[in-house]
């Protein structure tokens, strides 16, 4: 049974209605907007301490961590030191002869060592020296007997401890006060590319150690400089080594500043960065690159790097820390609105600078307040439209009605809705009603629309594994030969690696190429090129027995896995092959034997193999070997 419900609203009620909607809504808008400033404040402060926190660590671990590599270059220097004077101070000589079985005159009047000691020689003592080279300006004279026996004799102290130090420096090299240096540094023959006339102990990061400028004869560590032989930016650390009052040395590390910035100057996804500076102020790597007419300055002093927000935090860092550095400290800096933690590197007494924008701060704090304004309003919105409906159409149990079928529909249970088996509004003559119809409208095509669309799906599904199967089959045949293609033989050999390996069969590979295939090409066209290939790739499938397969390996090469069978029985279809294309009779008259042939090279699996990459290797250097023996032959 149906009934009907009549709902007379007055006018007055009406307003009233309305009136306790909009005093609802500005009393939630305020609170909300209340929620919101708590909100930011809030995090503002808990996002500052939590970053801080998390940065004052992270410099702490930093700096601990970042200062080893110094602390190894400073011990690696004072080995490099002992050695050079036990040698400086035996009775070892060094003739004029021996100094000039190392070095030659260039055109330019430049000294260098000569290159062999770069590529590798073996010496007269068995040693093998490699890696080496070394420069004299086309300014230095080389008469003095002194000069000659300390170059030399540098020379065999970086060849003995340099190829164990590279791993982790650039380089090893010693720089002399005269206008001489040697390098080990295996990656690039800096000796032999300097400019001629390159007056290297003219420059920052090398005369800053030269007694002029350095009378206490401290170590040195550079500022950032370019070198310009090695056209990369790097950092440079110094160690003169003196005998009395002369100034004998200088060994020294370089460091990429490639690699520093990589470990110490990243930039994070909160927008903080980095960069190290030293106590007097000179800069030493930063996030902005040195602009090009920087690279004689050597080190870059703060007047030269137009850079405020260094310059600023150099004054505060000073004013704050005084001579203790030894505390990782925040500072703040209210011009250029950002946090500084900084805390230093042993050794060079590198000052390394994390900088934090408060502005990333304020964002997520300004995100946090967006976020409650957002839901906050929503939920007003939502609160004030559900308490208008109820009060208007006092709809509480259709509409519960209607949610519950909605959570049917959800659910995918649309039939009991279709068939009309639940109890709906469906009756009513408004809008609730009209839904409820719709309901259940919708849940009748939604169910037709699944079986239908199920039905679609199989066969759309059907249709594309095949399409997909077709195109997978395509894809890993040669376009041109209609054989497998290199990926299929990736795949192959995979598979019967892996089989292999458990010992469920065996194979073999089989390497072919062309002979003078490039000179067939170039002789009767690529037409006639093609048209050779096929014919090869042809007969070889002819040959093989149906459990082998054959691959275009790429260009004139093929590949053949002979699946299931022993050395004796590949080598006999191998040679099989090889009398199969000379039967062919494809003239070529640029060849040695007149007719197009093959050379190959056969491998069978053993267990010494760790990977298939291995047994093509192998078989390639057997096929190499083929073509050494003159082509047309097979080397198993």
Not at 227 to 248: C, F, N, Q, S
Not at 353 to 366: C, K, N, Q, S, Y
Not at 422 to 445: D, H, K
Request: proline residues 3%; charged residues 30%; contains cysteine.
């Amino acid at each position: 049974m149906k009934s009907e419900v009549d709902i007379v609203v007055d006018k007055r009620k009406l307003s009233l209605i309305r009136n306790i909607l909009l005093r609802i809504f500005l009393l939630s808008i305020g609170i909300v907007f209340i929620i919101a400033i708590i909100t930011y404040l809030n995090v503002y402060s808990n996002e500052t301490e939590k970053k801080l926190e998390q940065l004052k660590t992270y410099v702490f671990d930093r700096v601990r961590y970042d200062s080893e590599i110094f602390t190894l270059a400073e011990d690696n220097l004072k080995v490099f030191e002992n050695e050079f004077l036990k040698l400086y101070l035996s009775d070892i000589e060094v003739t004029k002869d021996e100094f000039w079985t190392y070095y030659f005159v260039d055109e330019q009047g430049a000294t260098r060592m000569k290159p062999e000691y770069y590529e590798g020689v073996y010496t007269d003592d068995g040693n093998y020296l490699y890696g080496l080279s070394s420069f004299i300006g086309n300014n230095q004279k080389l008469d003095n007997p002194d000069l000659q026996r300390r170059i030399v004799l540098s020379n065999r102290v970086l060849s003995k401890l340099g190829a164990a130090w590279v791993n982790r420096f650039a380089n090893v090299h010693v720089a002399f006060p005269e206008n001489v240096l040697s390098i080990y540094y295996p990656e690039e023959p800096w000796g032999l590319n300097a400019r001629a006339d390159l007056p290297m102990n003219e420059l920052g990061v090398i005369k800053a150690v030269n007694k002029g400028e350095n009378p206490e004869r401290k170590s040195i560590w550079s500022g950032l400089y370019y070198d310009e032989t090695a056209e990369k930016w790097m950092i440079t650390y110094m160690d003169p080594v003196d005998y009395g009052e002369r100034h004998l040395i200088t060994p020294g590390h370089d460091l990429y500043l490639t690699d520093l910035i990589e470990q110490l100057l990243e930039y994070n996804s909160d927008g903080s960065y980095s960069f190290i500076i030293r106590k007097d102020g000179y800069l030493v790597a930063h996030p902005s690159d040195p602009s090009d007419e920087q690279k004689w300055v050597g080190q870059l002093s703060l007047d030269k790097i137009q850079i405020p927000l260094v310059k600023d935090a150099y004054k505060l860092i000073s004013e704050e820390f005084g001579e203790n550095t030894s505390q990782v400290k925040v500072i703040k800096t209210k011009i250029h609105d950002s946090y500084l933690v900084v805390g230093e590197i042993e050794g060079p007494e590198w000052l390394y600078v994390r900088v934090l924008p408060v502005g990333t701060i304020r964002e997520a704090a300004h995100g946090a307040a967006k976020r409650v304004l957002i839901e906050g309003m929503i939920v007003l919105f939502a609160i004030l439209t559900i308490v208008y409906y109820v009060i208007k159409y006092q709809a509480e149990k259709p509409l519960s009605q209607l949610s519950y079928a909605a959570e049917k529909i959800g659910r995918g249970e649309y039939k009991e809705i279709a068939e009309a088996r639940m109890n709906l509004p469906i009756g009513l003559q408004n809008e609730i009603g009209m839904l409820a119809r719709r309901f259940v409208e919708m849940a009748t095509n939604i169910k037709d629309s699944k079986e239908n669309l199920e039905r679609i799906v199989e066969e759309r599904t059907n249709a594309l594994e095949k399409a997909n199967a077709d195109l997978m089959e395509m894809s890993l045949l040669d376009g041109l030969t209609s054989i497998h293609n290199r990926r299929s033989l990736d795949r192959s050999m995979a598979r019967i690696f892996m089989d292999a390996e458990e010992g469920l069969g065996t194979f073999t590979v089989m390497m072919i190429d062309i002979d003078f295939f490039k000179n067939y090409n170039d002789s009767y066209g690529h037409a006639e090129g093609d048209r050779a290939l096929k014919d090869i790739a042809k007969a070889i499938k002819e040959t093989i027995r149906e459990e082998d397969r054959v691959f275009r390996y790429g260009g004139e090469e093929f590949a053949v896995i002979f699946n299931h069978t022993d050395a004796n029985l590949s080598k006999e279809i191998g040679q099989r092959i090889l009398e199969k294309i000379q039967n062919l009779s494809i003239i070529h008259e640029k060849s040695t034997y007149g007719i197009l042939t093959i050379s190959g090279g056969m491998q069978e699996y053993t267990k010494s193999f760790l990977s298939p990459d291995e047994v093509i290797k192998a078989a390639d250097q057997k096929l190499y070997a083929a073509k050494n023996k003159g082509r047309n032959c097979l080397v198993v």
